[in-house]
């Protein structure tokens, strides 16, 4: 994975963990769905790239920061979620 894979996941990390925090009202904080929503694009990139099943073009980039930000956010707001009751 190239820098500029790495800043469009983070980008896009950013942008879904800020539309988290927006919709979400929980007691969770703006920084940790930032960071959480980074740590998920970066993470399902990483993966992807490493088993070669996508190539480096923006749209395919793009769509996996997406998916795996979304879905670790997803996860982790599930799990806390389960933790109050």
């Not at 500029?4 to 007691?27: C, D, H, P, Q």
């Not at 969770?28 to 930032?34: D, V």
Request: hydrophobic share 60%.
């Amino acid at each position: 994975m190239t820098a500029e894979n790495y800043v469009l996941a983070t980008l896009a990390g950013f942008v879904v963990g800020w539309i988290a925090n927006a919709m979400s009202k929980s007691r969770f904080s703006f920084p940790i769905n930032l960071f959480v929503g980074i740590f998920g694009a970066v993470l399902l990139n990483f993966f992807v790239q490493t088993a070669n099943m996508l190539d480096d073009r923006f749209m395919s980039i793009l769509l996996v920061s997406l998916v795996g930000s979304t879905v670790l956010l997803a996860l982790f707001h599930l799990t806390r979620l389960t933790e109050k009751h």
